[in-house]
């Protein structure tokens, strides 16, 4: 019980200070839904008008379009880190590879740059190969970025796999691969479901490089489609509009972090260890 009331203080002060945010997030939703009379920051009707973009592109553009291309951006970023990451966290938890620890030192200097550092040569390279302003250019950039933290999270996973398991299997007559397939990936499930969500919402936020490195209409991801309805130098500019945007861009993230946020506490009490 005295425990329960040495929280309090502390759980008291985090409320407050995730009050602003509460609120903020509360006018969002409301002002999605509703008018205000010019001045007034109370509502006075309830209106679907703010949402007719989702079945009107004349308002804002094909918001689905950009959803699509958003879905298959943070997908394609979420299986390529994921199944690059759990191969090569294995071999440098578990290989007796030469200069080891040297990259190890390299992956983490690779994710400490960030990306909009990096853009100049990007482009370069995507322009030289011919992948620029393309969707697919834009998902090999942004997961080469994410590697290096997904194999240094999931190196952590593997190194909390006991040996015993990984000798069990050889010793039966498995090969290297079958042990790492059946044995060794069930037991680092939970840092493989939380890097895929992690991959995923990272993605689903991203902005520079789609804007940058795949301008056109054509490959529009949601974070630009609400960049341009969010162009305030127009006279017809709606805020109430934009509002309701940026709920719908928003609501996908808020529903994964809750369904997963113990996953996502995973990976950062899993990947520790050097």
């Keep these: 019980m005295s ?29 999605s839904f509703t008018n205000s009379p010019p001045g007034s920051m109370i509502p006075d009707e309830f209106t679907l008008e703010h949402w007719q973009f989702l079945i009107d592109p004349s308002i804002a553009g094909n918001v689905w379009s950009a959803t699509l291309n958003t879905l298959i951006f943070a997908c394609s970023i979420g299986a390529i880190v994921v199944s690059l990451s759990s191969m090569g966290g294995y071999a440098l938890s578990r290989l007796n590879m030469p200069f080891r620890q040297f990259f190890l030192a390299g992956i983490m200097v690779m994710h400490a740059f960030p990306s909009v550092t990096l853009i100049i040569g990007v482009f370069l390279v995507l322009q030289f190969i011919g992948l620029y302003d393309t969707l697919i250019g834009v998902v090999f950039v942004k997961a080469s970025l994410m590697l290096p933290f997904g194999i240094w999270i999931m190196k952590g996973f593997y190194d909390t796999v006991p040996w015993e398991i990984e000798m069990a299997g050889v010793q039966d007559g498995a090969s290297r691969f079958t042990v790492w397939r059946r044995l060794i990936l069930p037991q680092v499930k939970p840092g493989l479901i939380a890097l895929v969500v992690f991959s995923f919402l990272d993605a689903w ?29 127009s006279i017809t500019y709606d805020f109430n ?22 996953r996502l506490m995973n990976i950062f009490s899993g990947g520790t260890k050097g």
Excluded at 245 to 262: D, E, K, S
Aim: zero cysteines; glycine letters at 2%; charged letters at 15%.
């Design 3 to 31: 425990r329960n009331f040495a929280a309090w203080p502390l759980i008291l002060a985090l409320a407050l200070l995730s009050l602003p945010l509460v609120i903020m997030y509360a006018f969002v939703f409301i002002d």
């Design 205 to 233: 936020g991203e902005y520079v490089l789609p804007r940058i490195l795949a301008p056109t209409a054509d490959y529009r991801v949601l974070s630009v489609y609400l960049e341009r309805v969010s162009q305030k130098d």
């Design 241 to 262: 509009l934009f509002k309701a945007v940026g709920l719908y861009y928003t609501l996908p993230v808020i529903i994964l972090f809750i369904i997963f946020q113990n």
